[in-house]
T-cell receptor, first 115, second 115 residues
Framework: DTGVSQNPRHKITKRGQNVTFRCDPI?????LYWYRQTLGQGPEFLTY????????KSRLLSDRFSAERPKGSFSTLEIQRTEQGDSAMYLC?????????????FGDGTRLSIL | AQTVTQSQPEMSVQEAETVTLSCTYD???????LFWYKQPPSRQMILVIR??????QNATENRFSVNFQKAAKSFSLKISDSQLGDTAMYFC????????????FGKGTKLSVKP
């Protein structure tokens, strides 16, 4: 169990640029979640995959955001035309399929800073 | 709407003493799970303890225990024999509904353990 891995750890970009983050879940986990965490707040749910299927998207996920999990393994989260308000920590988590008691395992996150 | 409330933004405790962090939630579900997560400074979020709502017995994990009051929708975390390594943000979390298991987090309590 190598844990959930996220890259990059930090991303600094200018407003209006596109950014892409990657998440590698724990290998046997078929559920993968993306959350956003701003300073002083708890994580907020963005979207969720079961295998390669994106099953749920939060209203927080505007049309500038897109997430994929093409082969049911790693996932990418892309933000197009970044805005100041996108500055946050983006967390990825994975879990086994099952009832809602399955604990989610989190990565270290990608901290995005928009200049 | 399902909500999670942590009313203590910051707390401090002396090493070796006991501290209790509070959490209240609102849900119309009958069977569900509740979680406490710990997020140390600049480190990944890890699961501390979970409670199954249909179990009357409070969950315990070493120095960590919960006081679960289902009727009051209260889920507090007690840390006994506090250690310096317990210094972290603590988040109460609750599944967002259905079978997806995406978590709704409280705003967190920043706990400082002082030597």
């Amino acid at each position: 169990d190598t844990g959930v891995s996220q890259n990059p750890r930090h991303k600094i970009t200018k407003r209006g640029q596109n950014v892409t983050f990657r998440c590698d879940p724990i290998s046997e986990h078929n559920r993968l979640y993306w959350y956003r965490q701003t300073l002083g707040q708890g994580p907020e749910f963005l979207t969720y995959f079961q295998n390669e299927a994106q099953l749920e998207k939060s209203r927080l996920l505007s049309d500038r955001f897109s997430a994929e999990r093409p082969k049911g393994s790693f996932s990418t989260l892309e933000i197009q035309r970044t805005e100041q308000g996108d500055s946050a920590m983006y967390l990825c988590a994975s879990s086994l399929q099952g009832a809602s008691n399955q604990p989610q395992h989190f990565g270290d996150g990608t901290r995005l800073s928009i200049l | 709407a399902q909500t999670v409330t942590q009313s203590q933004p910051e707390m401090s405790v002396q090493e070796a003493e006991t501290v209790t962090l509070s959490c209240t939630y609102d849900t119309s579900e009958n069977n569900y799970y509740l979680f406490w997560y710990k997020q140390p400074p600049s480190r990944q979020m890890i699961l501390v303890i979970r409670q199954e709502a249909y179990k009357q017995q409070n969950a315990t994990e070493n120095r960590f225990s919960v006081n679960f009051q289902k009727a009051a929708k209260s889920f507090s975390l007690k840390i006994s024999d506090s250690q310096l390594g317990d210094t972290a943000m603590y988040f109460c979390a609750f599944p967002g509904g259905g079978s997806q298991g995406n978590l709704i987090f409280g705003k967190g309590t920043k706990l400082s353990v002082k030597p």
